[in-house]
């Protein structure tokens, strides 16, 4: 008799712990449990950054009641590993917002080993196009972020231009300052990179959104426009900012909640698919004004080429169901009102496993 109830105890036992593997399977994304490494460049920061942190299950969401917008933008980003056998070249201030970037004489007092060949476009008057550029150059030292925007150098062998974000950053840390200047946060975290949109893995990181801040964004005295992990908002910010929305800031993450599906929300793209997932899952940092009626999110500079090469239009084609998707999206998020320094992604059980050690 008690050799049957041992045996009894141990098969119960056994139950329970195959239940166990079951749920845990669920819970986190096996893709990412069998990723043992990560290459810091191409997924920098600590594995608690806010860039990598997921949404926890404590999170509280409220209501961000973000409406579709008449159009979608990229917000391009320029990200380069430095090589010491390349001519030193001095940073300037550049010489306005507009066009005459490349006119500016204020030195920022820093140099950087690039190629005489690399060459970022002068903003534009017709058509107006004055791109943020956000950059973030990895110093030969394997550690220190020099982050740049909006970074223009206009001729071959030139001086390069923007505003030096300080102080620099180390790429193992938390990476939570940088050169996207409505708000102080990174050029570098957040971002969508090369290969994210069109390869069979999912995005396993926070993103970067931009709002139209005379819409969307709150701004008073006592509340200044900004949100942790934000530390400034835009210096025009109490002239142009327009929400009616405290929680909706700089600064602010935004996610969908685990109750949607994309089924409920009509998705039928892989890349539309993707970015559920990486919003649910993660969420996404406000990080600039877009300053239209335009949502926009952050990329790697060459992502759009190769997302057009894969599926035929770009990121920002309004035309065809993927603009109709990204426009859902936009009007499922919520804001994660208790993100904070103690309780990053709104604290508890984190939704996904967290980012594995960087190996280089």
Same mark, same amino acid.
């Given at each position: 008799?008690t050799?049957?109830?041992?045996?009894?105890?141990?098969?119960?036992l056994?139950?329970?712990?195959?239940?166990?593997?079951? +749920?845990?399977?669920?819970?986190?994304?096996?893709t990412?449990?069998?990723?043992?490494?990560?290459?810091k460049?191409?997924?920098?920061?600590?594995?608690?950054?806010?860039w990598?942190?997921?949404?926890?299950?404590?999170?509280?969401?409220?209501k961000?009641?973000?409406?579709?917008a008449q159009?979608?933008?990229?917000?391009?980003?320029?990200?380069?590993?430095?090589?010491s056998k390349?001519?030193?070249r001095p940073?300037?201030?550049p010489?306005?917002?507009?066009?005459?970037?490349?006119?500016?004489?204020k030195?920022?007092?820093?140099y950087?080993?690039?190629?005489?060949?690399?060459?970022?476009?002068d903003?534009t008057?017709?058509?107006?196009?004055?791109?943020?550029?956000?950059?973030?150059?990895?110093m030969?030292?394997?550690?220190t972020l020099?982050?740049?925007?909006?970074l223009?150098r206009c001729?071959?062998?030139g001086? +390069?231009?923007?505003?030096h974000y300080?102080?620099?950053?180390?790429?193992y840390?938390?990476?939570?300052g940088?050169?996207h200047?409505?708000s102080?946060l990174?050029?570098?975290?957040?971002s +969508?990179?090369k290969?994210? &949109?069109?390869?069979?893995?999912?995005?396993?990181? =926070?993103l970067?959104?931009?709002?139209?801040?005379?819409?969307?964004?709150?701004?008073?005295?006592?509340i200044?426009?900004?949100?942790?992990?934000?530390?400034r908002?835009?210096?025009?910010?109490?002239q142009?900012?327009?929400?009616?929305?405290?929680?909706?800031?700089q600064?602010?993450?935004?996610?969908?909640p685990?109750?949607?599906?994309?089924?409920?929300?009509? &998705?039928?793209?892989?890349? =539309?698919?993707?970015?559920?997932?990486?919003l649910?899952?993660?969420?996404?940092?406000?990080?600039?004004?877009?300053a239209w009626d335009?949502?926009?999110?952050?990329?790697?500079?060459?992502?759009?080429?190769?997302?057009?090469?894969?599926y035929?239009?770009?990121?920002?084609?309004?035309?065809?169901?993927?603009?109709g998707?990204?426009m859902?999206?936009?009007?499922? &998020?919520?804001?994660?009102?208790?993100n904070?320094p103690?309780?990053?992604?709104g604290?508890?059980i984190?939704?996904?496993?967290?980012?594995?050690?960087?190996?280089?």
């Amino acid at each position: 008799m008690t050799i049957l109830t041992n045996r009894r105890q141990q098969l119960l036992l056994l139950v329970v712990l195959i239940t166990i593997v079951a +749920i845990l399977s669920l819970h986190y994304s096996p893709t990412s449990s069998q990723i043992v490494t990560r290459d810091k460049f191409l997924w920098p920061f600590s594995s608690r950054s806010p860039w990598n942190m997921p949404i926890g299950s404590n999170a509280r969401y409220i209501k961000a009641n973000i409406e579709k917008a008449q159009n979608i933008s990229i917000d391009k980003e320029y990200f380069y590993k430095t090589n010491s056998k390349h001519p030193l070249r001095p940073v300037y201030a550049p010489g306005t917002w507009g066009q005459g970037r490349c006119t500016g004489t204020k030195s920022m007092n820093i140099y950087l080993p690039i190629p005489d060949t690399l060459i970022i476009p002068d903003a534009t008057i017709y058509p107006y196009y004055t791109p943020n550029n956000a950059s973030a150059f990895l110093m030969a030292d394997g550690k220190t972020l020099v982050q740049l925007q909006p970074l223009t150098r206009c001729q071959q062998a030139g001086s +390069i231009y923007g505003w030096h974000y300080y102080p620099d950053i180390n790429i193992y840390g938390d990476g939570i300052g940088g050169a996207h200047f409505g708000s102080g946060l990174s050029s570098i975290g957040g971002s +969508i990179r090369k290969g994210e &949109l069109t390869n069979n893995q999912p995005i396993r990181h =926070a993103l970067k959104v931009l709002l139209w801040a005379k819409k969307y964004l709150y701004y008073t005295n006592s509340i200044p426009g900004y949100r942790w992990p934000a530390n400034r908002a835009d210096n025009y910010a109490a002239q142009v900012y327009g929400g009616k929305n405290p929680a909706l800031v700089q600064g602010t993450l935004l996610a969908i909640p685990p109750t949607v599906k994309t089924h409920t929300l009509n &998705l039928q793209t892989s890349a =539309a698919k993707k970015i559920f997932h990486a919003l649910q899952d993660y969420g996404a940092y406000v990080v600039d004004d877009s300053a239209w009626d335009s949502h926009d999110i952050a990329v790697e500079q060459g992502v759009n080429e190769e997302f057009r090469k894969i599926y035929g239009y770009d990121l920002n084609n309004k035309n065809g169901k993927f603009y109709g998707e990204l426009m859902r999206l936009f009007q499922a &998020l919520y804001i994660v009102d208790n993100n904070n320094p103690n309780s990053i992604g709104g604290g508890g059980i984190p939704r996904v496993a967290l980012a594995p050690p960087i190996a280089n």
